[in-house]
């Protein structure tokens, strides 16, 4: 079990969780919940033992300096910490972690039994993959919900996917056989540039649940950082005729599958988005 520091009562928590490692494409979805952490101030209330779930011969422990000079051990772990956002009037319960190595069922039971402990009443998970997607265009978010009223107030739709899962469809899978209220969203990071980071995917998540949440969500360095980015690809693509043929192919098809009303429906999300940051700046 879990054990949680002494908390208030919690104020209908949402809980939003990633976790590195096959789930998490050029590190797009951990990042988000490292972006929240700093920007909603959130802190560590817990913590998994790691010794029943991962092998320390994959994920490794690191030898550091602490702040007061001192050598210290840091083992791989799956953290939970709390944050009070000043425009969300509610908390959030923030998971971030390693996919583990083993016994998933009983990782997924302990992290969700923590949840409900603090009253938990929607569970958000993120991931990310790798797909046939151009850098150029929006980074598609795709999104499931079991709340019929989440999935007609966003237009999400079920997902058709069947194959190899990680650990993301796992914790979703027990929140549906738990009676968890939950979504997913996914962001599809261009495979040709996977490596981490990938601010623009990151951004892309932090729209999703800025939507589902109704809420603005300071962005700090990400816009800039997205930029650089993807200016950074375009210098690659210059450079090298075969990734620039292959990105315009990439465009070519995604413009021509994108229908003219989706496309509309999603500049005018994001033009509301930007409405509500630009009154939550100036409040």
Same mark, same amino acid.
């Given at each position: 079990?879990?054990?949680?520091?002494?908390?208030?009562?919690?104020?209908?928590?949402?809980?939003?969780?990633?976790?590195? &490692?096959?789930?998490?494409?050029?590190?797009?979805?951990?990042?988000?919940?490292?972006?929240?952490? =700093?920007?909603?101030?959130?802190?560590?209330?817990?913590?998994?033992?790691?010794?029943?779930?991962?092998?320390?011969?994959?994920?490794?422990?690191?030898?550091?300096?602490?702040?007061?000079?001192?050598?210290?051990?840091?083992?791989?772990?799956?953290?939970?910490?709390?944050?009070?956002?000043?425009?969300?009037?509610?908390?959030?319960? %923030?998971?971030? &972690?390693?996919?583990?190595?083993?016994?998933?069922?009983?990782?997924?039971?302990?992290?969700?039994?923590?949840?409900?402990?603090?009253?938990?009443?929607?569970?958000?998970? #993120?991931?990310?993959?790798?797909?046939?997607?151009?850098?150029? /265009?929006?980074?598609?978010?795709?999104?499931?919900?079991?709340?019929?009223?989440?999935?007609?107030? #966003?237009?999400?739709?079920?997902?058709?996917?069947?194959?190899?899962?990680?650990?993301?469809?796992?914790?979703?899978?027990?929140?549906?056989?738990?009676?968890?209220?939950?979504?997913?969203?996914?962001?599809?990071?261009?495979?040709?540039?996977?490596?981490?980071?990938?601010?623009?995917?990151? %951004?892309?998540?932090?729209?999703?649940?800025?939507?589902?949440?109704?809420?603005?969500?300071?962005?700090?360095? %990400?816009?800039? =950082?997205?930029?650089?980015?993807?200016?950074?690809?375009?210098?690659?693509?210059?450079?090298?005729?075969?990734?620039?043929?292959?990105?315009?192919?990439?465009?070519?098809?995604?413009?021509?599958?994108?229908?003219?009303?989706?496309?509309?429906?999603?500049?005018? /999300?994001?033009?509301?988005?930007?409405?509500?940051?630009? &009154?939550?700046?100036?409040?």
């Amino acid at each position: 079990m879990i054990e949680i520091e002494d908390l208030p009562e919690l104020v209908h928590p949402v809980v939003i969780a990633a976790f590195e &490692g096959w789930n998490d494409a050029a590190d797009a979805s951990s990042t988000v919940i490292d972006h929240l952490m =700093e920007v909603w101030q959130a802190r560590i209330v817990g913590a998994i033992d790691p010794e029943d779930f991962y092998d320390y011969q994959m994920n490794r422990p690191v030898v550091g300096t602490d702040a007061n000079g001192h050598r210290s051990l840091s083992w791989p772990s799956t953290q939970i910490a709390v944050a009070s956002p000043p425009d969300l009037h509610r908390d959030v319960i %923030l998971i971030r &972690g390693l996919e583990p190595n083993m016994r998933w069922r009983q990782f997924c039971a302990e992290l969700l039994a923590a949840c409900d402990e603090m009253g938990a009443e929607l569970v958000v998970s #993120l991931g990310a993959l790798l797909a046939d997607t151009p850098h150029t /265009r929006p980074i598609p978010v795709t999104g499931t919900a079991t709340e019929p009223d989440l999935v007609d107030r #966003l237009k999400l739709d079920q997902t058709s996917y069947e194959g190899p899962t990680g650990i993301v469809g796992v914790f979703q899978d027990a929140c549906i056989r738990l009676d968890f209220a939950s979504a997913s969203y996914w962001a599809a990071v261009p495979h040709y540039v996977g490596q981490p980071p990938c601010p623009k995917a990151t %951004l892309a998540l932090i729209g999703a649940l800025e939507e589902l949440l109704e809420v603005s969500i300071p962005l700090g360095d %990400l816009p800039e =950082e997205s930029r650089a980015w993807e200016r950074g690809v375009d210098e690659l693509a210059e450079e090298e005729e075969e990734i620039a043929d292959y990105i315009r192919a990439l465009e070519e098809t995604r413009d021509t599958t994108d229908l003219p009303e989706a496309s509309g429906e999603a500049i005018a /999300r994001e033009f509301e988005r930007y409405l509500k940051r630009r &009154g939550s700046n100036e409040g």
